[in-house]
Each structure stands twice: as structure tokens, then as C-alpha cells.
T-cell receptor, first 116, second 114 residues
Framework: AQTVTQSQPEMSVQEAETVTLSCTYD???????LFWYKQPPSRQMILVIR??????QNATENRFSVNFQKAAKSFSLKISDSQLGDTAMYFC?????????????FGKGTKLTVNP | DSGVTQTPKHLITATGQRVTLRCSPR?????VYWYQQSLDQGLQFLIQ???????AKGNILERFSAQQFPDLHSELNLSSLELGDSALYFC?????????????FGPGTRLTVL
């Protein structure tokens, strides 16, 4: 079974600074996807970024980028130029790649606070 | 707005009761997933339906059941409710065309069992 570990329950950062959230996972699969979802106080789950394991290039979405280290089974999220609206729970998630879509396996989350 | 809708937003009920949560997927999405988010268990996968058929089961209790209708909306039925069933229940949907699809989440239904 796959497991996802987020070792930082809480983090804080000053507005405009950069912060990195950690995620490690355990799997015997070779083909899979990794995601970061954001859950603000509204409780909505919002996709932040997605990475395909077969791609060596790290995914980026505006101020959000990942550092994907397949051999180390590590998938960290970097948020640049942090904004107050980035305050949220961040969940790392794993999905196997099969013929059809699979379930998401989530980590416990990291609570990020952006301070003015 | 993800395009996935869930009703109701909030539900307060008593132990022993039965409730139904409803989900409408994004237009064109064939797969629906149900997840439960609780303080002690985190986010856990319950069940997946694809085009009306059950595809995968996770940590879903026998007191819980789900179905997906011909118009692709889905309902999650929770019966004989216990205090521990209080949680946020999410529905997510994906196109599920090649196993590479991202799941988009609805706003959730917050269930409180008193």
C-alpha cells in the first residue's frame, strides 16, 4: 500500500518570502502521479500542482513549483513570493497510474500561515 | 469553482439516523469519488464510481453505500449514524479517459451527528 508523509504539521512564512513544504511517499509502483492540493479556511480542496512520475522536469504553476526526486521518493512544494491568500492547509497526494483513474492517497497535511 | 456541486452544505442529525449526500460531477466527467475528512483519520477514500458502475472501494463502512445514476450524479447514503461519522464528506470527479486525469473536488458536505 502507498503511504504519504508530510513531516511538517505547521509552518509560517512572511509575506513575499519563499517557503518549501516537504512530502515523502512510499510505493513500489513505477508509474504514478503526485499532487499538491490546497485547503483554505473555506474548506474547498483546490488543486495547486501536478507531477507525472515519468517526467524528469519539475512542474511549475506561476509562483508554485515542485522539487521531484523520484529515487528519494520526495516531492516538495515551493511557494515563491508568498501571499496572504496562500494561508491554508496543504495536502500532498499520490495516485497510481493504471488504465483508469485511481484513488488519491493523502498525507496528513501542513498548515501554512502567511504573516503580513 | 471546480464545477463539482454537492448538497447540502451542512447537515446536522442525530445518532441512529440516515442521511443522503448528493454530488453532481463536472460536465463530461464519468468518474465520481467520495472522500471523508475527519480530524483523526485525515482524508480517506471511500468509494469510486465510473459511468454508473462501482470501480473501487476504500475504507467504507458497511453502514455506508453509494450509487451513481444514469445522469452521472452520485449519492452517498450513511445509515445508523454514530458520533464518529461526523466529518467533511467530499465528492470529486474526473474524466477518467486514460488514467491520467486530475480529480476536481466539490465544496464538501459537513455532517454533524449529535
Amino acid at each position: 500500500a502507498q503511504t504519504v508523509t508530510q513531516s511538517q504539521p505547521e509552518m509560517s512564512v512572511q509575506e513575499a518570502e519563499t517557503v518549501t513544504l516537504s512530502c515523502t511517499y512510499d510505493t513500489s509502483e513505477n508509474n504514478y502521479y503526485l499532487f499538491w492540493y490546497k485547503q483554505p479556511p473555506s474548506r474547498q480542496m483546490i488543486l495547486v500542482i501536478r507531477q507525472e512520475a515519468y517526467k524528469q522536469q519539475n512542474a511549475t504553476e506561476n509562483r508554485f513549483s515542485v522539487n521531484f526526486q523520484k529515487a528519494a521518493k520526495s516531492f516538495s512544494l515551493k511557494i515563491s513570493d508568498s501571499q496572504l491568500g496562500d494561508t491554508a492547509m496543504y495536502f500532498c497526494a499520490f495516485m497510481k497510474q493504471r488504465g483508469g483513474s485511481e484513488k488519491l492517497v493523502f498525507g496528513k497535511g501542513t498548515k501554512l500561515t502567511v504573516n503580513p | 469553482d471546480s464545477g463539482v456541486t454537492q448538497t447540502p452544505k451542512h447537515l446536522i442529525t442525530a445518532t441512529g439516523q440516515r442521511v443522503t449526500l448528493r454530488c453532481s460531477p463536472r460536465s463530461g466527467d464519468l468518474s465520481v469519488y467520495w472522500y471523508q475528512q475527519s480530524l483523526d483519520q485525515g482524508l480517506q477514500f471511500l468509494i469510486q464510481y465510473y459511468n454508473g458502475e462501482e470501480r473501487a472501494k476504500g475504507n467504507i463502512l458497511e453502514r455506508f453505500s453509494a450509487q451513481q445514476f444514469p445522469d452521472l450524479h452520485s449519492e452517498l447514503n450513511l445509515s445508523s449514524l454514530e458520533l464518529g461519522d461526523s466529518a467533511l464528506y467530499f465528492c470529486a470527479s474526473s474524466v477518467d479517459s486514460r488514467g491520467t486525469d486530475t480529480q476536481y473536488f466539490g465544496p464538501g458536505t459537513r455532517l454533524t451527528v449529535l
